[in-house]
Nanobody, 123 residues
Framework: QVQLVESGGGLVQAGGSLRLACAASGLTFGTYAVGWFRQAPGKEREFVAAISGGGTITDYTDSVNGRFTISRENAKNTVYLQMNSLKPEDTAVYYC????????????????WGQGTQVTVSS
């Protein structure tokens, strides 16, 4: 049974940092691209960042480029999202999802999803 579990969310002031983690089990983790997505109240879920199975390819949405960094430790079956210089508009539930390619993940073609972790940025 495949499971993705997000952690690391919380409440932080604008300008602060958080590191999210997505821990996977039940799959050959290194063969999957992994992406982070977010959904704010009243809005559709949007792509944030993705990383290839080997960690050599990354992709970011424009609004987080330069502030967020995605990385992975395949030995720990975990992908991270380091979020710096957080803004109130980053407030959302953050989800991780797995797919076969970074491009596919970006388009939301994900085979598996986690349950999400709340990130709240106060002004």
């Amino acid at each position: 049974q495949v499971q993705l579990v997000e952690s690391g969310g919380g409440l932080v002031q604008a300008g602060g940092s958080l590191r999210l983690a997505c821990a996977a089990s039940g799959l050959t983790f290194g063969t999957y691209a992994v992406g982070w997505f977010r959904q704010a109240p009243g809005k559709e879920r949007e792509f944030v960042a993705a990383i290839s199975g080997g960690g050599t390819i990354t992709d970011y949405t424009d609004s987080v480029n330069g502030r967020f960094t995605i990385s992975r430790e395949n030995a720990k079956n975990t992908v991270y999202l380091q979020m710096n210089s957080l803004k109130p508009e980053d407030t959302a539930v953050y989800y991780c999802g797995t797919g076969r390619t970074v491009g596919g993940v970006r388009r939301g073609v994900n085979e598996y999803w986690g349950q999400g972790t709340q990130v709240t940025v106060s002004s």
